[in-house]
Every structure is written in C-alpha cells, then in structure tokens.
C-alpha cells in the first residue's frame, strides 16, 4: 500500500455547521454523522475554568448550573462571540468523530454568515485552525442551504433560498453558482425564544427559561393565528413574578403567533427586500420556481403560509432542512474540484 493511501485512510475530512444553536458535522463519505447543541460547561475552581461537558450533557446545564459551573453558548447571531469556548468546542467534536487524529490532520469547510466581517471570518478560521485543522475553508452559508436543499444553483436561472438559523436568517438570490443578492438579518429561532419569555413576561407575569420557550415554539408554535383564534394549547411552568413562587398557565397558539409576531414580519421584510433588490430576469424565475425555505426555523408552524400571503409566490420548506447547511458544506468537500470558486480557503 502506498504512503499517501495508507494516510487517506486515517484522513477525516470534515465539514461544519457552526450554528448558533447546534453544530453539525459531515465526514467526507460519511455524511452527517454528530449533531449537537453548541453550548459549552466549564467547572470553575480557584479562578480557572475547566471543561465539565459540551453539546448535550452542557445543553441539559443551562439555566440550572450552582455558582461553580458557567454553561455557555459561545456563538451568538452565526458568529464566535467567545472564542475561546468557540475553540474548545470544536476541538471536542472534532475529537468525537476524528479517531485517529495521531496520523493526520482534517481539513474542514466550516459555512459561516453572508453577512460576516472580515474580523469575524478570521475567528472562525482561527478557531478551527486552532482546534487541530490543518486547513480551513469557509463557505457562504445561503449557497451551503442552497447546494443541501438541492436546487439548481450552477443552472442560469434565479433561485431563491430562505436559511433561517438559531441566530440569523440569510436570505440570498443565486444564479450560476454565486449570489446574485444576499441579506443576513440577526433573527432566528434565539430571537423566537426570547419573544416568548418577554411576552409571557408583559402579558402573564411569569418568567420561563430559554428552555421552556424553544419547548413552547416546537410544540405550537406558529407564525400565523388559527381560525378559531386559539388553536392547540398547552401548559407552561415558570416563576410568577408576583408572587415569586412558581406556578403552571395554559397558553394557546395564538397567543404564540401574537408573540412571535415581529420576529416573523422581521423575516418577511428581508424577503421583500431582496425581491425588490432582485434584477428583473432573475424575478422572473422566482416566479416559477417559488422560495425555498431551509433550516431549523423554517419548521415553524405555518411560516411558509405567512411568507406566500406577503409574496404572492410559491414557499416550499426543504426535505431535512434541518441539516440543508450541513448537508450542503459536505457536498462542497465531497465536489471540492468543481465547487472551488465557492470556497474561502485565503486568511
């Protein structure tokens, strides 16, 4: 067996979805194969930090931890807000499904926001650089959603993908395998959550954790009211802010919907926005071919509905959309010769 074979074989070639949320990973052959929450806990003694989990075992920490762990989550908006937990995170997952990381090195595509700054590129980089890579490319995440959800980028028409993510929403018009148009706005499926715990704040003087409130949005969430102006309800436990002591409500669908209502509108006016930007040829082609919406926020209840009614046009939600930008950054490291021109690998 030749050298360089023998090397390739321990050669794990990576692609990442750094989320706001969650943090995927595509094994080059492989596909996604870890998926979990970007949350780090550290154990803090005599003034110096510790790992204590990261991903899910951290994930269950949040909001529960005593004076000596600190959970965080160290992307916020699609972007490193603390680096070095950023680091430390990846290097954790890497070390996950990397098992023989003694004979090689990764290389990894890791898609970040479109509308990221050169500072904020570099971070990436330099975190993923850090954690053991020994090449880092990075790639525009509405063309990762778009590749992932399968639509025709590299054709000569115009088509228009939606990635609403835990922190942004990338909005972006492609055409022959580069954006033609992109928008980033910072609202996404955090900004939902925080809708939630506020209006349950101002309307039922209760207070619920960020938990609590992604549980309420997968539950019944919804973008538009029901017909029956309420909908399906459940019941939600807090701490009431009167009393201080804790208590348990019912809250129906459309009071979610009213909740959510400007994060919803804020996605909306991106689109509209990029339909005004987009040119005429281009328009023309969204016409027939409609919207696709991709990511975990495209999964709320009737947000394909909200966004046909303010654009007249067709609203598709991605098969797996979830994973569309995981899915989509593997396919650029599995088609890496033909989809060069889409990858950043200068720093």
Known sequence: MAIGSFFNIFSVDMAIDLGTANTLVYVKGKGVVLDEPSVVAYHIRNGTKEILAVGDAAKLMLGRTPGSIEAIRPLKDGVIADFDSAEAMIKHFIRKVHKHSTFTKPKIIVCVPQGATPV?????????????????????????????????????????????????????????????????????????????????????????????????????????KPNDNRGAAMQVRGRDLLTGVPKEIEINQAQVAEALAEPVQQICDAVMLALEATPPDLSADIVDRGIMLTGGGALLGELDLALREQTGLAVTVADDSRNCVALGTGKALEYEKQLRHIIDYDS
């Open 120 to 224: 904020e590129k570099r971070a990436i980089r330099q975190s993923v650089l850090g954690a053991g890579a020994r090449k880092a490319g990075l790639i525009s995440e509405p063309i990762a959603a778009a590749i992932g959800a399968g639509m025709p980028i590299i054709d000569p028409t115009g088509s228009m993908v939606v990635d609403i993510g835990g922190g942004t929403t990338e909005v972006a018009v492609l055409s022959l395998g580069d954006i033609v148009y992109a928008n980033s706005v910072r609202v996404g499926g955090d900004r939902m959550d925080e809708a939630l715990m506020s209006y349950l704040r101002r309307y039922k003087n209760m207070l619920i954790g960020v938990a609590t409130a992604e549980k309420i949005k997968e539950s019944i969430g919804s973008a538009r």
